[in-house]
């Protein structure tokens, strides 16, 4: 991606609405040049779609939460079976398969506070495979509306030292590195 890619996606996510002509009139280009890079973008897989973003309260969703819940036993089957089966929930947003002390990290939004326990307790613990969950009330969120590619990952240097590991390991001194 170079710069004018990047500035076709910055103006496609404040407003993917507007024509190719006033895309193309914003970033300094021919409508046709426009096009043909937006058509690329898609082609590539940067842009998977257009859609219209929704206000979860005006759907009556004023309540959302996070849901960390742990199945057994793992296999790809269970885990597949039960990431379809909850993302057709009503009062799913997301599903997310995830590492670590949990396997799935699912995101509600409900009515209310009794809602949510009804789905806690009518939906979730109701599934065989699931053997535990917390939750996790989301108060307030402020999605990033503009994102951008980032630089490759930087390689690994054979020299540097594994964190851990080795008589040479660096001391945490609590001072920044120019101050040592």
Do not use: C
């Not at 898609?42 to 819940?69: K, S």
């Amino acid at each position: 991606m170079d710069e004018l890619d990047s500035a076709i996606i910055r103006h496609l996510q404040l407003n993917a609405r507007q024509s190719n002509r006033e895309l193309a009139r914003q970033i300094g280009v021919a409508p046709s040049t426009s096009l043909e890079r937006v058509r690329s973008l898609e082609e590539r897989g940067v842009i998977t779609g257009y859609r219209a973003e929704l206000n979860l309260a005006a759907l009556n969703r004023h309540y959302q939460a996070f849901v960390a819940a742990q199945v057994r036993p793992l296999s790809r089957t269970v885990i597949t079976s039960f990431q379809e089966a909850v993302a057709k929930l009503p009062e799913v947003v997301g599903v997310f398969v995830v590492a670590g002390g949990d396997d799935f990290l699912i995101h509600v939004a409900v009515q209310n506070n009794e809602a949510l326990h009804a789905f806690l307790m009518d939906r979730l613990s109701q599934r065989r495979e699931v053997v535990g969950f917390r939750t996790i009330v989301i108060f307030q969120h402020a999605p990033t509306p503009l994102l951008s590619a980032l630089p490759e990952a930087y390689p690994v240097s054979a020299a540097a030292p594994s964190p851990g590991r080795g008589a040479g390991r660096a001391r945490n001194t609590g001072r920044l590195a120019a101050d040592a």
